[in-house]
């Protein structure tokens, strides 16, 4: 074959002689020979000068080590070419070099000098490759120049060839453990670069290498949080999956104090740790110290740094990559605290559609988190439900994932889902369904008698596995309760006839000899039955058998005697030394003799003792010790190189660590340093700071070039993108010139008003890290609080996504933001009043500013509201509708002794909340119990069901001991009873507190006459109409008592009955009068009708007419419960 | 992390090995083979399986299994990602992902192979950077290159790989202007015997086909992003921007690509197209079965139902189907067992029904369930979700490019229960 011919046609050439061939197991031998010759004509085209010779050849030799055979007697040949000038040629060569340098290390060596020339190339690709291909060479010779090689890579201008010295790391680490130290230096240093390019391959190689020294990661943490969204997916894996082990070690755990947790603490904290930032961190400080100060008394305070890592990680849920999204899962499962662990839920069930290994993986997964914490999804049952294409696998982790849900309200429908598995044609599936059944009969106790017979039902059943398992998983049930169910224990005893499969037999006559009592007449002749046909059981029957014949003799020696005797001698020789142990066991036991010695009078104890119910539990319980998403879960086993995750520290190791101090070398000139940043970062939220001096030419030029074009593009479209950049910038600047920090404020002030202006498309991430500045600022100038709460106010607003509202609160946003010019005046002048400090109850005059934006936009609908008082106080005839202060029931907010002094009662104050007609006026009462002043106390980080909205009550500077103090926040429910949960702040502490509406609140009176009632309800009619018999308790049958204690309940308004009829002369009072009365929803206006007709002897009956049913069927109770207690 | 990758075809060949660390003898493939056996189908084999030293995971793509060894603790999800990733780039490169496209472009893949991954730790996988570096094969290229010595593999660092947008290559140049985007969306549900929804979901997926020259900046804003509320992003989307606006704002990557994925939970009310009368009986006697099938629009929203198609998985015992259609016609692979019943457009005038017997084996006891209906179906112009896009913007750029918006809702699993 010529070498001409053999590459012009390499394709099928290559096609033509492999196929037959790769098949082979390369041991069968005999297959080089052909390739013998064929290996000539390669290395004479690798000799030859031309490059397309070379490149064919090269090509073959890659297509043959791809396939498998051995091409390593070719290496004198090719190790020549590693200097070709064909960069295609040298990319095979490398391939080739890799693949058999280990094999052929003193031939390798003759490469070596081109690599370190490679080192020094011009080009980063070319400098890159070389590195790579350099430490690939597993030759122990060449360690000491791969360590040199690495530790200049490390600090190469580019930062492609700083993340491949990364990835030499480990490479170097496996060929020579010796390394480590070293190499630990040079990881050091490459985990403070600041690219996104070398974090993810930085942290692999700390993974690798030095897990344990979890200590080389504080003073990069913050930089890996920030930078974590713009690493490449696979970095973001490996950062997610280090920093959940590293939170383990450093923060404490969220759930230490579940109950006030659960009352609220789902929110985010309005204090970020957006790092590098000095003034915060000696906040943090202080805050810390407290923390240590007060561990024992205080409930549990996160972390900013904590936060900061689940607040950064979770955008990243709506990864396209599964492996991240499970990272983040996984992330939040073993450090969020409870509330806030449920966001995962979704994007894990989202990963249910992808291909069937995600989906198993992902089951998995899930199964576990399920049973720690069920709640999380409940909501997406039916994801979990199973089609009959789905693999058996996957069907089976779904089944465990259904069982693991349910619950007493869900179990209905579960079973039913059940029921049409059962009767699928996969019989495997079909077993794990019964069994699946069996578990949850065992956990619910109401549907276990249903579960049982659905089971005896599929004894019946043709298919025989599917009858073995029902028996199985019978057998396990009856043994809670075996009173109850001797037929069923009579049924399975008829089945013996027919039942082959062994472990469904030893399963009945377990259950038999066990309730032997229970069927005196079957058992005898079941062990009839079996002791003929005894020799041909399987050995699990046959041990069966003979405990059946122990247990009978015991209960019933007359009748089964000769039978057990009869058993015993046949074990007695039987094949398996088991059962003949087994038998002669039990035969000096039960069977009295002379011999036999003080066990026998014990046996029947032995035997016949109450056997507990077994427990069935699911196989992926205390799975949750292993991290989730790791080979050790999965396998359910010690994976090689996994790290344990550590349980949570008992006290906090000192958060100050992760405090960075300033490198000498930032601090450059900001105005040139701002420029440069704003050019380089068009997607990134921080600094490449490190990279940018020192980034070589090419390199530069090209982000420089990507980043330029999309930040020209700045119209609106990527506002938000520059605001990023600046407020960035602005960060960095803070921490260069913190000596100058007289500076910096009046700056910033400055500046202020044109962000705003612009910000326009801003996001509300950023207004809060706005806020987050104005923090540190705000202990000391008090007098912002204003401007601050605005915002805050505004972002809690936005965060309800209503798309009616969003319009609303967009124009909001927009007449707040245009707003702004007067204002740094205004906050120049109060900084001055502050300085006075007299002309402190300044601030306390009624905010204006947040009050004042609203009004503007909401004066139509206050207008409306005004209007409505006015008609509603006009009104003689409804003498509940400013309802006595003095009926209105308080709650209790805050209480004394959890606030530490600070107890806050609320009440519905009933009256229109003006700023927002739709809110429902909450008035609440501050008391400070305390020995000392409280201050600054104020609402923060509200979090809502979507569609509510909160207007804040404005802060509260000063509140000194023993005082009380009022005021009034709304908030729109929405016309539901979800609790507005929110933090409640004072300047040292923060409350979760939540604001629950009795339905009644959720209204406000009307008026209506009797006629407009009528024909109000008589259009509600059908569903809308809820009505209710009662008895209606002793004390209130007259009709004041009636009226007040339905207007107690529920803000309503009474109609004036007959009041149309008052031109007629008037009738004396019916002897059953029926009281009417009318208000409407305050969110939605949906009229609420509530007749309480009274009858003879305290009867009543009580109807409500509402749009809203869940809101009638609530305040029917409610009321119910008003008029008969 | 990944050890080395070993592909598979359905007949069990190992035809192509890479091996980044130190070579592992493909003798490691036999615990692999020994689970293939013990499984069934294909699909059945456990992703995730422990041999002595090592741990071997492998995904199932186009009748090639591509199998890795791993040996050290590493995410599964990790390794199961990637290897779809290096099936995804395969069908990108070659136009499909099978064993003889495979072994026909052996150099290339492996090239490909080395430059995803660098010790087994994933190094550029995003498909135009690697098209920079590795240039897929055309007719074209290969005579030129024949000709000049040019060669397939480019000298530069792709720019991507540097800037902050790695997705997209630099300079990029197009005589016309344009900008397709496909919002799919496919029904997931279950519908039981009786025709009420036991569970529906909606899958959608936005594809993008994005030709435009330079650094274009494009914000696409929709009528009711209300709907979408659990979405993920191809990394071009700045997420920022979503959360605050419900846009979304992406400098795109240069042609195709998946721009965002979403999925309307059951929660929602989600509309079913069509709905589906259908009785299959078997009997004892006799041994034959009957069979009756009727398929109707339900909520098509106007539209016209297209490409209906039902799928039954019929029990084993059914030897053969003796049937009629009003519309299109059926076929019944005896080995499979599959019946299909190819519609096509339905008319809601007259409804396409499918009825006859099926002859049973005898002595066989009948099957005690009836087998599950798989619906195919697709109706254009229309997202069943009720979601529009309502304009697409371009900043950055000087030119007007062409835009358009395709909708297609298809059935995804789509299963009625009988």
């Known amino acids: 074959m010529s070498a001409s011919s053999a590459f012009n046609d390499e394709k099928g050439g290559s096609s033509s002689v492999g196929e037959p061939e790769y098949g082979h197991d390369p041991a069968s031998g005999g297959i080089f020979s052909s390739d013998y010759k064929r290996h000539d004509d390669l290395k004479e085209m690798l000799d030859s000068n031309k490059d397309s010779l070379k490149l064919e050849a090269m090509k073959r030799i890659v297509a043959m080590i791809a396939r498998g055979k051995n091409a390593s007697d070719l290496f004198p040949a090719v190790v020549k070419n590693v200097a070709c000038k064909n960069i295609e040629v040298k990319k095979l060569v490398y391939v080739y070099l890799v693949r058999y340098a280990e094999e052929q290390q003193d031939l390798a060596l003759l490469s070596i000098s081109t690599f370190q020339r490679g080192l020094k190339d011009p080009n980063q690709l070319i400098r890159a490759s070389a590195l790579r291909v350099l430490s690939s060479i597993r030759v122990t010779i060449i360690v000491p120049i791969m360590m040199l090689a690495i530790k200049e890579a490390a600090s190469d201008m580019s930062p492609y060839v700083r993340k491949t010295a990364a990835h030499a790391i480990p490479k170097l680490y496996s060929l020579d453990p010796e390394q480590k130290d070293q190499l630990i230096e040079v990881i050091e240093k490459l985990l403070a670069d600041k690219t996104t390019l070398v974090a993810g391959s930085v942290v692999m190689a700390f993974e690798e290498v030095c897990p344990e020294r979890i200590d080389l990661i504080h003073k990069n943490y913050r930089k890996l949080c920030n930078l974590l969204i713009d690493v490449e997916e696979w970095g973001q894996v490996v950062i997610i999956n280090m920093l959940t082990r590293y939170a383990r070690t450093q923060f404490l755990n969220p759930n230490i104090n579940e109950s006030l947790l659960e009352e609220g603490g789902s929110g985010d904290k309005t204090f970020y740790g957006s790092d590098e930032d000095e003034d915060e961190d000696e906040e943090e400080k202080e805050k810390k110290a407290e923390v240590a100060a007060m561990a024992k008394r205080k409930p549990y305070v996160m972390d900013p740094d904590h936060r900061l890592l689940l607040r950064n990680t979770k955008p990243l849920l709506q990864s396209r990559n599964a492996a991240v999204v499970m990272a983040v899962a996984q992330l939040y499962f073993h450090l969020a605290p409870k509330a806030e662990v449920g966001v995962i839920a979704k994007a894990l069930v989202r990963l249910l559609r992808s291909h069937s290994e995600v989906q198993y993986v992902v089951l998995q997964n899930v199964a576990t988190m399920s049973i720690k914490r069920r709640g999380m999804f409940e909501p997406y049952l039916k994801s979990f439900y199973i089609r009959s294409t789905d693999p058996t696998q996957i069907k089976v982790l779904k089944l465990e994932v259904l069982t693991n849900l349910a619950n007493e309200t869900n179990i209905s429908t579960i079973l039913r889902e059940f029921q049409t598995y059962i009767k699928s044609m996969d019989k495997d599936f079909v077993a794990a369904t019964i069994q699946a059944i069996g578990r949850c009969a065992t956990n619910i106790s109401e549907v276990r008698d249903t579960c049982l017979n659905g089971l005896v039902q599929l004894l019946s059943n043709r298919d025989e596995l599917v009858v073995a398992e029902s028996v199985v998983v019978i057998k396990k049930l009856l043994q809670m309760q075996p009173e109850k169910h001797s037929d069923i224990i009579k049924h399975m005893a008829k089945l013996t006839d027919n039942i082959q499969v062994p472990m469904a037999r030893a399963s009945i006559l377990w259950l038999i000899g066990e309730y032997c009592e229970h069927v005196p007449k079957i058992a005898p002749d079941v062990l009839r039955k079996m002791a003929k046909s005894f020799t041909n059981e399987e050995d699990i029957v046959k041990l069966q058998i003979i405990n059946l014949a122990a247990k009978l003799y015991l209960t019933n020696s007359k009748q089964t005697k000769l039978l057990t005797q009869y058993v015993l001698n046949l074990a007695k020789y039987d094949q398996n030394y088991d059962i003949r142990d087994r038998a002669r066991f039990i035969r000096q036991l039960i069977v009295p003799t002379e011999k036999s010695g003080a066990l026998s009078k014990y046996a029947k104890k032995l035997f016949l003792a109450l056997k507990p119910a077994p427990v069935l539990e699911s196989p992926f319980k205390d799975r949750d010790h292993f991290q989730l998403g790791s080979l050790s879960h999965l396998l359910n086993a010690k994976a090689g190189g996994y790290q344990e995750l550590p349980d949570w520290p008992e006290a906090a190791p000192d958060p100050s660590v992760r405090n960075v101090e300033v490198p000498e070398w930032t601090k450059c000139s900001s105005r040139e340093k701002r420029k440069e940043k704003k050019v380089e970062k068009p997607f990134y939220t921080d600094s490449e700071g490190e990279s940018g001096p020192t980034e070589s030419a090419d390199s530069e030029s090209d982000s420089a070039t990507g980043s330029e074009s999309s930040s020209g593009s700045e119209e609106s479209g990527s506002g938000s993108e520059s605001e990023e950049s600046k407020e960035a910038s602005e960060s960095e600047e803070e921490e260069e010139e913190e000596e100058e920090e007289e500076k910096k404020k009046k700056k910033k002030d400055l500046k202020k008003p044109v962000q705003e202006s612009e910000s326009e498309q801003s996001s509300e991430e950023e207004e809060r890290k706005h806020q987050r500045k104005s923090k540190p600022r705000k202990s000391e100038s008090e007098s912002e609080s204003d401007e601050d709460e605005e915002s805050e106010s505004e972002s809690s607003q936005s965060e309800s996504e209503d798309s009616e509202s969003e319009a609303e609160v967009k124009k909001k946003k927009k007449l707040a933001e245009s707003k702004p010019p007067p204002k740094p005046v205004k906050k120049e002048s109060k900084k001055e009043k502050k300085e006075m400090s007299l002309l402190d109850l300044d601030d306390f005059e009624p905010a204006p500013s947040p009050q004042v934006t609203p009004v503007n936009t909401f004066l139509s609908n206050s207008l409306v509201t005004d209007l409505e008082g006015l008609s509603l106080s006009d009104s003689v005839l409804s003498p509940a509708t400013i309802a006595p202060s003095s009926t209105l029931k308080s709650y209790e907010l805050l209480h004394r002794i959890t606030g530490e002094g600070l107890s806050v009662e609320y009440c519905f104050s009933r009256q229109p909340f003006s700023p927002d007609a739709n809110m429902v006026a909450v008035q609440m009462q501050f008391t400070n119990n305390a020995s000392s002043d409280t201050k600054n106390l104020h609402i923060e980080d509200v979090k809502l069901q979507s569609g509510m909205r909160v207007k804040e009550f404005p802060e509260i500077e000063l509140l000194p001991a023993g005082e009380t103090a009022t005021a009034v926040m709304g908030i729109d429910f929405c016309d539901s009873t979800q609790a507005a949960n929110f933090q409640l702040c004072t300047h040292t502490r923060k409350f979760f507190v939540s604001i629950q509406p009795p339905v009644g609140e959720l209204m406000r009176p009307v008026f209506l006459t009797e006629n407009e009632f009528k024909k109000e309800q008589g259009q509600l009619m059908g569903m809308n109409e809820i009505t209710e018999k009662l008895t209606l308790d002793v004390k209130c049958r007259n009709e004041h008592t009636i009226v007040q204690r339905v207007t107690t309940a529920a803000n309503l308004s009474r109609v004036p009955c007959g009041s149309d009829k008052e031109c007629s002369p008037p009738l004396p009072p019916p002897d059953h009068p029926v009281h009417r009365f009318a208000g409407r929803t305050v969110t939605s206006g949906s009229l609420v009708l509530v007749t309480v007709a009274t009858k003879e002897e305290g009867a009543a009956q009580l109807t409500v007419n509402c749009e809203k049913m869940v809101i009638g069927t609530m305040l029917v109770k409610d009321i119910l419960q008003a008029l008969t207690q | ?418």
């Open chain 2, 1 to 418: 992390m990944i050890h080395s990758l070993f592909l598979i075809n359905h007949l069990g060949d190992i035809f192509l090995e890479k091996h980044w660390k130190s070579v592992i003898s493909r003798s490691v493939c036999d615990y692999f083979f020994e689970a293939r056996e013990k499984a069934v189908d294909p699909e059945n084999v456990p992703p995730v399986l422990q041999t002595p030293h090592h741990y071997l995971i492998s995904i199932y793509r186009g009748k090639l299994f591509f199998l890795s060894v791993i040996q050290t603790e590493v995410p599964p999800l990790f390794v199961i990602e990637f290897l779809h990733r290096v099936a995804d780039t395969f069908q990108d490169y070659f136009g499909e992902c099978s064993e003889s496209v495979i072994t026909d472009n052996l150099v290339i893949v492996y090239e490909l192979l080395e430059e995803m991954l660098d010790n087994g730790f994933p190094l550029a996988t995003e498909s135009n950077v690697l098209k920079e570096m590795i240039r897929p094969p055309n007719i074209l290229r290969s005579v030129v290159n024949t000709l000049t010595g040019g060669s397939n593999v480019g000298e530069t660092l792709p720019q991507g790989q540097l800037s902050n947008i790695p997705w997209r290559r630099a300079g990029v140049k197009y005589a016309n202007n344009e900008a397709y985007f496909d919002v799919t969306e496919e029904i997931d549900a279950i519908v039981d015997k009786s025709g009420t929804t036991v569970s529906a979901e909606i899958q959608g997926v936005i594809e993008a086909c994005v030709k435009l020259s330079g650094m274009p900046d494009l914000t696409m804003s929709f009528m009711n992003p209300r709907l979408l509320d659990d979405v993920s992003f191809h990394p071009c989307v700045r997420f920022r921007r979503w959360e605050s606006e419900r846009v979304l704002s992406f400098i795109p990557p240069d042609g195709n690509f998946t721009l965002m994925t979403y999925h309307i939970s059951s929660q929602n009310l989600v509309a079913i197209p069509v709905y589906v009368k259908q009785s299959i009986n078997f009997f004892e006697a006799g041994s034959c079965g009957r069979l009756d099938i009727t398929i109707g629009p339900k909520q098509t929203m106007g539209k016209t139902v297209e490409d209906l198609k039902v799928t039954i998985h019929m029990p084993k015992a059914v030897l053969n189907a003796n049937l009629t259609a009003t519309q299109g016609n059926y076929t019944y692979d005896c080995t499979t067992k599959m019946l299909v019943w190819d519609i096509g457009k339905l008319n809601p005038q007259k409804l396409p029904n499918l009825r006859g017997s099926l002859s049973m084996q005898t002595g066989v006891p009948n099957p005690e369930e009836n087998p599950s209906l798989n619906i195919d179906l697709k109706i254009q112009q229309l997202a069943i979700s009720g979601l529009k896009v309502s304009r697409l913007d371009m900043y950055g750029e000087k030119y007007k490019p062409f835009k358009g918006v395709k909708y297609v809702t298809k059935a995804g699993k789509f299963q009625v229960r009988t």
